[in-house]
Nanobody
Framework: QVQLVESGGGLVQAGDNLRLSCAAS????????LGWFRQAPGKEREFVGA????????YNSDFVQGRFTISRDNARNTVYLQMNSLKPEDTAVYYC???????????????WGQGTQVTVSS
């Protein structure tokens, strides 16, 4: 199993950049696909993007529109979400998750972090 802890959230202004980190513990990090999701108040959890076990393949939701980049450092057991040109509609709690396969469905993932709040003011 993998235990995940997100960090890096905060209050920023529209147009700012922010990088989220997700630190993992556990022996299976290098064999896990990793995903980022977000959940705004009153809305369902939404897929942001995912990265394969080796980091060679990434997949992002359409709303990202090239603004977000996912990367991972297997030597540091950490996955990152670089968010550029943030918009107020990006305000949400952001979660990272580990799964056995690479996918956009929350059911794909077996381990979740506690989330980090990102608030974008206009």
């Amino acid at each position: 199993q993998v235990q995940l802890v997100e960090s890096g959230g905060g209050l920023v202004q529209a147009g700012d950049n922010l990088r989220l980190s997700c630190a993992a513990s556990g022996r299976t990090f290098n064999s896990a696909a990793l995903g980022w999701f977000r959940q705004a108040p009153g809305k369902e959890r939404e897929f942001v993007g995912a990265i394969s076990r080796t980091g060679g393949t990434t997949y992002n939701s359409d709303f990202v529109q090239g603004r977000f980049t996912i990367s991972r450092d297997n030597a540091r057991n950490t996955v990152y979400l670089q968010m550029n040109s943030l918009k107020p509609e990006d305000t949400a709690v952001y979660y990272c998750a580990a799964g056995r396969v690479f996918g956009a469905s929350p059911s794909t993932y077996y381990s979740w972090g506690q989330g980090t709040q990102v608030t974008v003011s206009s």
